[in-house]
């Protein structure tokens, strides 16, 4: 058998005044304000402002540009690595380690590595913040024609897809038609528990279990497709 390498990511957001550096310019005259007058007029500009941010903030962590990568899980038959982050220095260093770490696995036949719709975010998300941070990536591992090199990265979402774009399958709900416990949280409040002393060994459990549900559904589902 092929060694299966299982590994997924946890992002957070840049703090605001890094998010407004970059976010789009918010365009006043986009907004209607009739004859409200001047006062109740800059009341609605203001207010729209404020929402055209906080709909950008809201959803930083998945986005490159106003996104940081908080920690990366990996996982094998010898066990669990962890690459844990938490600022721009260290998220440097994991992102440098990563990539090392796949490159070197790059150059042994019959190691690919797996994780639940890497393909559409985890790996276009490492690349895109490398490429901000000015952290090399080996050239053999990234998309060339839009395509990233299938050989080696196993996108447990696409292979569920089974050909069917449309088709969205969670992890947890992937867990449990296969019989497996599924996640142990949200990872919509990954960032607050890891940034938070009193919660963060709870975020790191949370990255844990999703790569060892990750691990174990891989296992189940790709048996029958990769000996």
């Known amino acids: 058998m092929k060694k299966r390498i299982i590994f997924d990511i946890e992002?957070?957001?840049?703090?605001?005044?890094?998010?407004?550096?970059?976010a789009p310019d918010f365009d006043p005259d986009s907004v209607k304000v009739g004859n409200l007058g001047i006062?109740?007029?800059?009341?609605?500009?203001?207010?729209?402002?404020?929402?055209?941010?906080?709909s950008i903030e809201s959803k930083a962590a998945l986005n490159a540009e106003y996104g940081t990568v908080l920690a990366i899980g990996i996982q094998d038959e010898?066990?669990?690595?962890?690459?844990?982050?938490g600022n721009a220095e260290a998220e440097v260093e994991i992102l440098e380690e990563f990539w090392t770490l796949v490159e070197d696995s790059y150059g042994r036949t019959g190691e690919f590595w797996i994780g639940h719709n890497i393909l559409n975010f985890d790996l276009p998300f490492l690349l895109r913040r490398s490429m901000l941070l000015g952290v090399p990536v080996p050239r053999q591992l990234v998309p060339q024609f839009r395509y990233w090199p299938q050989?080696?990265?196993?996108?447990?979402?696409q292979i569920w897809a089974a050909g069917d774009w449309k088709k969205f399958v969670?992890?947890?709900?992937?867990?449990r038609s296969f019989g497996l416990p599924g996640k142990n949280g949200s990872g919509?409040?990954?960032?607050?528990?890891?940034?938070?002393p009193k919660t963060?060994?709870?975020?790191?459990?949370?990255?844990?279990?999703?790569?060892?549900?990750?691990?174990?559904?891989?296992?189940?589902?790709?048996?029958?497709?990769y000996s």
């Not at 006062?39 to 500009?45: C, L, R, S, T, V």
């Not at 010898?78 to 982050?85: E, I």
């Open 78 to 85: 010898s066990g669990q690595t962890l690459l844990v982050g």
């Open 188 to 196: 919509a409040r990954f960032q607050e528990l890891f940034e938070d």
């Open 151 to 157: 050989d080696f990265w196993v996108d447990t979402f």
């Open 11 to 22: 992002t957070g957001s840049l703090p605001f005044d890094k998010i407004a550096e970059v």
């Open 39 to 54: 006062e109740k007029g800059m009341e609605k500009i203001n207010e729209a402002k404020r929402s055209h941010m906080e």
């Open 170 to 175: 969670s992890l947890n709900h992937l867990c």
């Open 200 to 225: 963060h060994d709870e975020s790191i459990e949370y990255l844990k279990n999703d790569i060892q549900i990750t691990y174990d559904v891989s296992m189940k589902m790709l048996n029958c497709l």
